[in-house]
C-alpha cells in the first residue's frame, strides 16, 4: 500500500511519464500537484495553501467545491449521467432556460458546447451560414481558443505557429489607449479612432464578403482592457450598417466576472450571436456554448444545422449549470463581484500603482483587473516582451508564490481574478501579498 507521500510522487512521475500538457515544452514542465480545493483556496501535495488569485484559467467564479453544486452533478449522475443530444433532458432544457433568460431580449435559443472553443467555431459557422458570406473580422490582443478556427481568429502570439493561412480571418486593431495605435491620448479618441479604423477594414476587404466581427467583450487574457463608452455601441451601427453578424465572446467576461451577469451588460448594444464557458459551470463540469438570436434562429428553421457535437448538452454539465447559475443568484454572487470591485480592487490596485514604479496601468472592473508591468514608466516598455516571459517577471510571479498567492500571469502582466465570492478580508491579504511582490518588480524599473 502507498502512504501519501509515495501517492504524490506517482501523481508527479506518471505526469511526467504520460501527461501532455497544453502550451508547454514538455521537457522542461514541474507542475504543481494540488490535492484538494476549497473555497478561494487550493492545496499542494506538500499541505501548502494557496489563495486562488487566478480562479484557475478564469473560471472557477463560486470557488472550489461549492457544496450545492457538488451535490447538484452528484444528482444528476445518480438519476442519468449522459444521453444523446437528439433526445430532450430536463437538466438541458432548465440550462438553456436560465442562461436565455440572462440574455438580452431577442437572444432566446441555446447551443451547447463542451467549452469555449468549440463555442467560437460553431458560432463562427452560424454567421457564415446566416451571411453566405466568409470573411471573419477579430482584434489583434485577443484570445478565442486553441482549436483551428477559433486559434486563426485570435490576436495573440499563440496564433503565430498554428496560422496555416487565414481561413477567411483579417484582424484589426481595437482600442486599448495605454497602447494606442491611434496616437490617441484620450478614451473619446481612441474610441472614434479605433472605429473609424474598424469601418475602413470593413470597406477594404469588401462588406459584401464578411460574415462576422467577433470581439471579446472585454478582452480577457491579452489584457482586461474595457473598451471606451460608445466603442461597442459603433461596432453595433457598423454591423447594422454592412450586414455583418455581431460575436460577442463572453467566454471570460460573462457569468458574473464583471459584477454584471455578462460583460455586455454594462454597455448598451446587443449582439447577434453569445458565446460562453468557464464560468456557466464554474468550470466544475467542462460547458459551452452559442447563445442565438432569433434572426439567426430562424435561417435555420427549415434548414438543417450542419454541425452537432456528441456531448452537446451533457446531463451532468448542465445539471452543474443549473445549479451554478442558482447559487449565483441565491447568494448574490454577481452583486458580490460588484462590491468587490468598486470597494477592494478599484482603489486597492490603484493604490499599488502609486506605491510601485513597475505597476504601468491598472485596468478593470468587478472581479476581472489587469496590472500592466512595466520597466520603464515613461516609455511604457513591457516587464516582459509580446509573447515572452522575463527574469524579472517570474522573480515577481515566484514571490507570489512563496507567500502563498496563484496569480493569473500572461506575459508582462498579472490579472487578478479571483473567485466572485471570495472574502473581502481574504481578497485584501492576496493584495498585501501582491504589494511585497511588486517591490520586486521595483528593482528592475530604469526610471
Ligand atoms: N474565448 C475566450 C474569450 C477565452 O478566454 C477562452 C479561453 O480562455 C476561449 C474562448 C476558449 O475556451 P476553451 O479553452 O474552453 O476552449
Redesign the pocket.
Known sequence: ELNGDDMTNRTYELDRAHVFHSWSPQGSLTPMVIESAEGSYVTDDQGQRFLDFSSQ???TNIGHQHPRVVKAIQDQAAKLCTIAPQHANAARSEAAHLIAGLAPDGLEHVFFT???????EHAVRMARLHTGRRKVLSRYR??????QT?VNLTGDPRRWPNDYGADGVVHFFGPFLYRSEFHATTQAEECERALAHLERTIQMEGPSTIAAIIL?TI???AGIMPPPPGYLEGVRELCDRYGIVWIA?????GFGRTGTWFALDLYDAKPDLI?F??GVTSGYV?L?GVIVSDAIYATFADRVYPGGLTYSGHPLACAAAVATIETMKDEQIVEQAATLGTEVFGPGLAELQERHACVGEVRGVGAFWALELVADRETREPLAPYGGSSPAMNEVVAACKKNGLLPFVNYNRIHVVPALNIGIDEARSGLAVLDEALSVGDAHVAR
Open positions: 484559467l478564469v473560471f463542451n467549452g469555449g472553443a468549440d463555442a467560437v485577443s484570445y478565442h481558443g486553441g482549436t477559433a471579446e478582452p480577457g487574457t465572446d463572453e467566454v471570460m467576461a458565446t464557458a468557464k467542462p459551452g
